[in-house]
């Protein structure tokens, strides 16, 4: 493995981090749109840091890009309040309107600037290694490297810092207040940690890539724990294996590395969708199926109990009373026996002592909710009236 490969690799691990610790937050505050809108929003801090300092490795570019970034969360918060419109749709007006301003920008006063689709929206992370930082004739490395880990160290750092702020705001935003957590500062320091990322990794990786890396390795940690700690972790972990795993598949597909990334992250989602043991579409689906036997299940006991006449509890006649198909019925049938809830003598159903201490349990939990349920409706209905 040579020297611009290891590079490569390195590159786009230390993105993922950097991307996966703020994206874990965003997920998690159902923000998750705003990495997509600062991503492309930053375009006019980029132009306006251009024109300013003709130099396209000047700091103020990073500077304005961010500023732009965090605007672009102002104006967005702005017109959600409004209650005009939903915060989905104020995203949808904001980040394209300043992303065509940067393009105006350009189109009027540097024609001869190439905005070049696979830089700016794909990003081309096999260039990056031959973009080099160097200081005093001394080469430091790919300059894409050197930004990405100064901004991962200073991410880690307030990470720790504020961990326990930014816990409490993000899940009560109430109790944050009342602690003396200023649920705004840590709103806006988490836009701000979040923008500065975006610009960083903007020019290696892309606008597509880094919406990738921010959502997605949260998006699947998040379907496995509900421990923060261990959902950074995760999202960290993902974001590094789809990195590397994502460098192999283009390198053998001879396709784009950003594009390979995205799709292992996809990948990796879509397995976790599926499988995760408590949260995954299969668990829930099995749930959701043994949830529908056991409602089946209490209706045949419930039936049993209110029926004492033979004929009424006769095997055969189960489908014609309950109207159930045949395999449905056999399921909960042998579900019972299975339970010792019943017996069966000569195709007669009857309840056993265990049967009908069940039934009557659920019964009288069904009428005390009742209770409940319309005295809570008569207490809507006297404060409505008062």
Not at 103 to 114: G, R, T
Not at 337 to 360: A, E, R, V
Not at 366 to 386: A, P, S, W
């Amino acid at each position: 493995m040579n020297s611009p490969q290891i590079e490569i690799q390195l590159i786009a691990a230390v993105v993922a981090v950097a991307c996966a610790i703020p994206g874990v937050f965003l997920v998690l505050r159902k923000m998750s749109l705003i990495s997509d809108a600062i991503s492309h929003s930053i375009l006019p801090g980029l132009v306006l840091g251009f024109f300013i300092t003709e130099d396209l490795n000047s700091p103020l570019l990073i500077i304005l890009a961010a500023f732009t970034g965090i605007i672009t969360v102002v104006l967005v918060e702005r017109i959600q309040k409004t209650g005009l419109v939903k915060e989905d749709t104020a995203i949808g007006l904001v980040f394209p309107a300043l992303f065509s301003i940067g393009v105006i920008l350009i189109a009027k006063n540097a024609n001869d600037v190439h905005l070049d689709v696979d830089a700016v929206l794909l990003g081309e992370l096999a260039f990056a290694p031959f973009d080099r930082l160097v200081l005093g004739g001394i080469d430091m490395g790919p300059k894409s490297l050197i930004i990405m880990g100064v901004i991962l160290l200073i991410t880690l750092a307030l990470l720790f810092l504020f961990f326990k702020e930014l816990k409490v705001s993000t899940f009560d935003v109430g109790l944050s207040s009342a602690l003396g957590f200023s649920p705004a500062i840590m709103h806006y320091g988490l836009m701000s940690v979040s923008s500065v990322t975006v610009v960083g990794a903007f020019d290696a990786v892309g606008a597509i890539l880094v919406v990738a890396l921010m959502i997605a390795p949260a998006a699947t940690s998040y379907l496995l724990t509900s421990d923060l700690k261990k959902m950074l972790g995760l999202s960290v972990f993902f974001g590094i294996f789809a990195a590397i795993s994502g460098y192999w598949l283009a390198h053998w597909l001879d396709a784009s590395i950003a594009g390979s990334i995205s799709t292992m992250l996809g990948f990796v989602f879509l397995l976790v969708y599926l499988f995760a043991p408590s949260k995954g579409l299969l668990s829930v689906l099995y749930r959701l199926k043994q949830q529908r036997t056991e409602v089946s299940l209490l209706t045949f006991l419930l039936h049993l109990n209110n029926h004492k006449e033979i004929k009424e509890r006769h095997i055969n006649h189960l489908r014609e009373h309950i109207n159930w198909q045949k395999v449905k019925a056999k399921t909960v049938v042998d579900l019972a026996l299975k339970n010792n809830m019943i017996t069966i003598d000569d195709q007669i159903i009857s309840l056993t002592n265990k049967g009908s201490d069940f039934t009557n349990t659920a019964l009288e939990y069904i009428i005390t909710n009742k209770d409940e349920k319309i005295e809570h409706l008569k207490d809507d209905f006297f404060l409505f009236r008062g």
